[in-house]
């Protein structure tokens, strides 16, 4: 099993470019995560899914979008992207009934916004 | 809504020291407490939790127990090698249950 896999590691956008990242996971998981991780800010989460088709938002959805249409894949969007989305972003999954179980992280793809 | 307080960092330590790392939380009830952990480069890794009050979670020599009178999930190792040089995160749900919070992290250098 592969786990939890992310595209690209990495990327460099100017501002205005818009580019979408990729999540993908093989555990057959209901949950699935966006989060980005900022120096002296942990992580904080973007959007969320609780299943196939459904997407909520977290908290610092701007600037973001989301797509759930596959229950391995979870698309997170940058229409427009800003300088202030420069960071490190993170996709998650976990089973349902968060309260016990863990999630699973995938390696990070660093963006950096010119 | 629930939230999580880890101390500042960061901690420098010599191999075989002792550490502690403290974590206190606000919640609604009794969550799940979890303690993450990031290599350099690396995505988070769950590295042990606590289900309800007084378990003790543990692994590869770390330890935290779930203190409901004081709020609190400390991280304690007692002898660290410098491959536990990481990121820790503190972390329990939030308040749905749909997603986890995270503490900011205590960046970890164990010199040898």
């Known amino acids: 099993n592969a786990g939890v896999t992310q595209t690209p590691k990495f990327r460099v956008l100017k501002t205005g470019q818009s580019m979408t990242l990729l999540c993908a996971q093989d555990?057959?998981?209901?949950?699935m995560y966006w989060y980005r991780q900022d120096p002296g800010m942990g992580l904080r989460l973007i959007h969320y899914?609780?299943?196939?088709?459904?997407?909520a938002k977290g908290e610092v959805p701007d600037g973001y979008n989301v797509s759930r249409l596959k229950k391995q894949n979870f698309l997170l969007g940058l229409e427009s992207a800003a300088p202030s989305q420069t960071s490190v972003y993170f996709c998650?999954?976990?089973?349902?009934?968060?309260?016990?179980?863990?999630?699973?992280f995938g390696p990070g793809t660093r963006l950096t916004v010119l | 809504g629930n939230s999580v307080t880890q101390m500042e960092g960061p901690v420098t330590l010599s191999e075989e020291a002792f550490l502690t790392i403290n974590c206190t939380y606000t919640?609604?009830?009794?969550?799940?407490l979890f303690w993450y952990v990031q290599y350099p480069g690396e995505g988070l890794q769950l590295l042990l939790k606590?289900?309800?009050?007084?378990d003790k979670g543990s692994n590869k020599g770390f330890e935290a127990t779930y203190r409901k009178e004081t709020t609190s999930f400390h991280l304690e190792k007692g002898s660290v090698q410098v491959s536990d040089s990481a990121v820790y995160f503190c972390?329990?749900?939030?308040?749905?249950?749909?997603?986890?919070?995270f503490g900011k992290g205590t960046t970890l250098s164990v010199s040898s």
């Open positions: 606590a289900t309800k009050a007084d």
């Open positions: 998650a999954s976990s089973p349902p009934g968060l309260a016990s179980d863990e999630q699973f």
């Open positions: 555990m057959n998981h209901e949950y």
């Open positions: 919640a609604t009830g009794y969550p799940s």
């Open positions: 972390a329990l749900p939030s308040g749905a249950g749909t997603a986890l919070i």
């Open positions: 899914s609780v299943g196939e088709g459904t997407t």
